[in-house]
Nanobody, 123 residues
Framework: QVELVESGGGLVQPGGSLRLSCAASRRLYSINGMGWYRQAPGKERELVAG???????TYADVVKGRFTISRDNAKTTVYLQMNSLKPEDTAVYYC?????????????????WGQGTQVTVSS
């Protein structure tokens, strides 16, 4: 399987910035998509930003112009740069990656989630 390890969450004041990272535990053969989701207390998990294999990105309306999703050249790490943070951005942030890896015999599909990282925006 493919494990995803997240880092970069924390406490920040309104207007501040954070950068989240999500690294895959192994080399990937192909990637269908990489995304960041968040879940606030009492709310459903929602898509924040996504990037597909061709590089096209998508953002939730509430974060457009403030958040930027990107990936490294090896495509094993996805980032979320969050600027101009607001208290309503407070949530647990999860990364998700869908793709395939080489098992040594064949391509194996996977759909993995990170463990989640807390982002708290408060003065």
């Amino acid at each position: 399987q493919v494990e995803l390890v997240e880092s970069g969450g924390g406490l920040v004041q309104p207007g501040g910035s954070l950068r989240l990272s999500c690294a895959a535990s192994r080399r990937l053969y192909s990637i269908n998509g990489m995304g960041w989701y968040r879940q606030a207390p009492g709310k459903e998990r929602e898509l924040v930003a996504g990037i597909v294999s061709g590089g096209t990105t998508t953002y939730a309306d509430v974060v457009k112009g403030r958040f930027t999703i990107s990936r490294d050249n090896a495509k094993t790490t996805v980032y979320l740069q969050m600027n101009s943070l607001k208290p309503e951005d407070t949530a647990v942030y999860y990364c998700n990656v869908k793709g395939t890896y080489w098992s040594g015999i064949f391509q194996q599909s996977f759909d993995s989630w990170g463990q989640g990282t807390q982002v708290t925006v408060s003065s």
